[in-house]
């Protein structure tokens, strides 16, 4: 009679034992997908188990899906897709930035993240320890946060068809009952809110990846920005009208963008706006307007005037909103269009980035 | 030196506006010869500031609107071709050629690289000794010492991949050509520091002394600005026609004279043709003889290509002075930095670009 198969003698003795590197297997769904799953994602990742506080939730099975039991309200929803070079820069990585990019998406909504999934894309050739350091990235600032990683998927693509690493992580998240944060509730008489210093991030990829110094160090800005809103929202449910994280295409880009949006105008005073003197250099220096270049860790806030004062105490009193500072309001005058005041009192018209002043830094 | 505060400090700004408001009995036409010059007086609202003082008529110093539609198409024919790698300044990838421009050339396939110093292709040439790797010099005599030192470090280290399609500009006979045209108003100059850097002041004397028109030298930040203004209006209201130099933490009399010497040691002045404005004698530089070896225009076949401007493209006029931009009826309209129909809605320093960014409000009838 032969002896029972023992199912836990089928893994892997030496997982990943024969692959320092991704090999297109590891994209195929069989035992080398299992094993980068079982043995790269998921350490990393650091499942808790089942959340005593979500009964119903088994996020931490890390599945093909997710069960979330969703307390009552409404669920936010977003997607986002993180293409940075290089992988690693100053201050972070693509890891931090797949799980924050998401996570403030979701913030400047004004909910708070519930789960994320997350999606690779990988190139044949890609170094394990690499993937491996991006992906406790990812499960570091996914605790930092609270937030599990509850499902995921990873393709792999020949040698030459991707840059080493692409993720995608979508997102959902909760509102409290009572807040409406949305670009159009933007509305004359609102005071604009900037919650710290502009262009840290995308000086801080531009300088590794072009070998270029600045005369002094700068760092991603990366940062989750959903404790930062609920500071806010405890200050007023209702006085905070629109929130943007200026990523891709700066401060100047998500200010045209709301005052598109709600159809009205938008002055600024160009001085208000904090810019660090290494970001203010390399701008100098390349020709690059501060306004346009990528935030990971920043928000703005369109606040009704009366609950303005609260909301910018509310926001400096906490880590991520420390220098924050109102930089100007809303006009029903010049509707879509955004203006900024000069040091030398003159005005000019701010307007979005064409394409990209920079190739591909978020 | 704290140039990015000390030079934007709005107190010493006042104090000079001022000085100016008090000095000036009329309204003075001043061009501002370089194109970062037009974009730091409209991006600071300098032109506002002094729109009782000064008119200001935006020069033709921008490098990337003044090169010959000609030498953008010899541009893209060499980038299409399979073999080769060129090299180029950002800016020059929207320029509007004939029919397309970089940008698209290199969505079809070409290999159509970014550099921000003409050294870094000379480094694309011996990383990749199987490529033809071609950078396009474009510019005045500011870039041109780079576009130089290039092509002597390429020859000392042997590369015979290397090549450079050669546009530079000269801006003494551009100025020259504003002050022979017919309906010049131009009553002083405010030259350009950084071409001055390099070549120092002598070679505006004479333009002084021909035409009676006060030049000063001057830089780019906003109080460099104003107080090269403050220069020119007290000299125009002195009715005195001198040389200044403002700008002396940049520019000594004889420039930078080793830059000079290998300019002098690469490249030959030639007649060229200013895209809007038309053939200016010897107004630019090519390689010389000794250096033909890295001419890309003898590497590769390119010659007699035909082209054609748009018609709704005023920027000649817009070049020298003679349009302000929001005058032109295709502004905003038919052309805008999306769809330009002429370089000066292209480039960083652009005219057009510059009002169109910063002055819409204004310039299409809005709100202030």
């Known amino acids: ?13 030496a997982p990943l034992r024969e692959h320092a590197r991704i090999v297109l297997g590891h994209g195929g769904g069989g035992i080398l997908s299992a094993e980068l799953v079982e043995h790269l994602f998921l350490p990393a990742f650091a499942p808790p188990g089942p959340d005593p506080a979500s009964p119903g939730t088994d996020a931490a099975v890390l599945a093909d899906a997710a069960v979330l039991a969703v307390p009552g309200g409404r669920i936010v929803f977003t997607t986002d897709s993180y293409v940075v070079r290089p992988l690693f820069f100053p201050g972070g990585s693509i890891g931090e930035l ?34 491996g350091r991006v992906a406790q990235a990812m499960g570091r600032a996914a605790a930092t946060v609270g937030v599990p990683i509850a499902t995921g998927d990873t393709k792999v693509v020949e040698r030459g068809l ?11 998240g909760v509102v409290p009952a009572g807040v409406d944060v949305r670009p159009d509730r933007a509305a004359p008489g609102d005071r604009v809110l900037l919650s710290g210093p502009i262009g840290e991030h995308g000086i801080a990829v531009l300088s590794v990846r072009e070998n270029l110094e600045f005369g002094g160090d700068v760092h991603s800005d990366t940062a989750p920005l959903h404790g930062l809103v609920a500071a806010m929202l405890t200050a007023t449910r209702t ?30 005073t160009e001085s208000a706006v904090p810019v660090p003197p290494v970001v203010a250099a390399a701008c100098g220096f390349l020709g690059l307007d501060p306004l346009h270049i990528a935030n990971e860790g920043r928000l703005v806030a369109f606040v009704a005037e009366a609950d303005a004062d609260a909301v910018l105490a509310a926001m400096r009193a906490h880590p991520h909103g420390r220098d924050a500072v109102a930089i100007g309001t809303v006009t029903a005058e010049h509707p879509g269009v955004v203006v900024a005041r000069t040091a030398f009192g003159g005005t000019r018209v701010v307007d979005r980035p064409l394409g990209e002043s920079l190739p591909r830094i978020c | 030196m704290r140039y990015l505060t000390e030079f934007h400090d709005p107190r010493l700004a006042a104090t000079l506006l001022d000085t100016i408001a008090a000095t000036a009995t009329r309204r003075w036409t001043l061009m501002e010869v370089c194109g970062g010059q037009t974009h730091a007086i409209i991006r600071n609202g300098l032109d506002q500031l002094l729109a009782d003082q000064v008119e200001f008529i935006h020069g033709p110093g921008c ?78 005599e500011t870039t041109a010492p780079a576009a130089a030192m290039a092509a002597v470090t390429a020859r000392r280290r042997g590369l015979t991949n290397f090549t450079m399609l050669v546009s530079h500009v000269l801006v003494p ?12 108003r131009v009553e002083a100059f405010l030259a350009a520091g950084h071409v001055c850097t390099v070549m120092g002041t002598a070679q505006y004397e004479p333009i002084v002394a021909e035409h009676r028109v006060p030049i000063v030298v001057t830089g780019f930040e906003p109080l ?11 000299e125009l209201e002195a009715g005195r026609t001198t040389l200044v130099n403002a700008y002396p933490r940049a520019v000594r009399p004889e420039g930078n004279p080793s830059a000079r010497a290998m300019l002098e040691e690469v490249f030959t ?15 630019g530089w090519r390689l010389s003889p000794a250096w033909s070896q890295l001419d890309a225009e003898l590497r590769f076949d390119i010659a007699d290509l035909t082209v054609a401007e748009s018609a709704d493209c005023h920027s000649g006029e817009v070049l020298q002075g003679r349009l302000r931009p929001p005058q032109c009826p295709s502004f905003g309209t038919t052309c805008t930095p999306r769809r330009p129909l002429g370089a000066t809605m292209v480039s960083a320093e652009g005219a057009c670009a510059a009002y169109f960014q910063h002055r819409r409000l204004s310039a299409v009838g809005g709100g202030r």
């Open chain 1, 1 to 13: 009679m032969t002896a029972p198969v023992r199912a836990a003698d089928w893994s892997c003795p």
């Open chain 1, 98 to 131: 797949a799980v924050h990019g998401t996570v403030n998406d979701l913030a400047c909504r004004a909910a708070m993240p519930l789960a994320l999934s997350a999606g690779f894309i990988l190139e044949e050739g890609l170094e394990l320890d690499l993937l």
């Open chain 1, 162 to 172: 991707a840059d080493g690493l692409y993720i995608n992580t979508s997102g959902v």
């Open chain 1, 239 to 268: 006085g905070v009208h629109t929130l943007r994280d200026p990523t891709r295409g700066g401060l100047a880009t998500s200010l045209c963008e709301i005052a598109a949006a709600a159809r009205v105008g938008v002055e600024f």
């Open chain 2, 63 to 140: 490098p990337v609107c003044v090169t010959p539609l000609e030498m953008i198409d010899r541009a893209l024919t060499i980038a299409a071709r399979p073999e080769v790698m060129l090299c180029s300044f950002g800016d020059m990838l929207r320029v509007p050629g004939s029919t397309t421009d970089l940008f698209t050339v290199r969505a079809h396939g070409g290999d159509v690289r970014v550099v921000y110093s003409p050294l870094d292709a000379v480094r694309l040439a011996e990383a990749h000794p199987d490529r033809q790797v071609v950078f396009f010099a474009v510019g005045f």
């Open chain 2, 173 to 184: 006979p551009a100025m020259r050509a504003v002050l022979a045209s017919p309906d010049n």
């Open chain 2, 224 to 234: 460099d600005l104003l107080d090269g203004v403050r220069h020119a209006i007290t």
């Open chain 2, 269 to 283: 002045v030639c007649d060229r043709p200013w895209r809007g404005i038309g053939m200016i004698p010897a107004s």
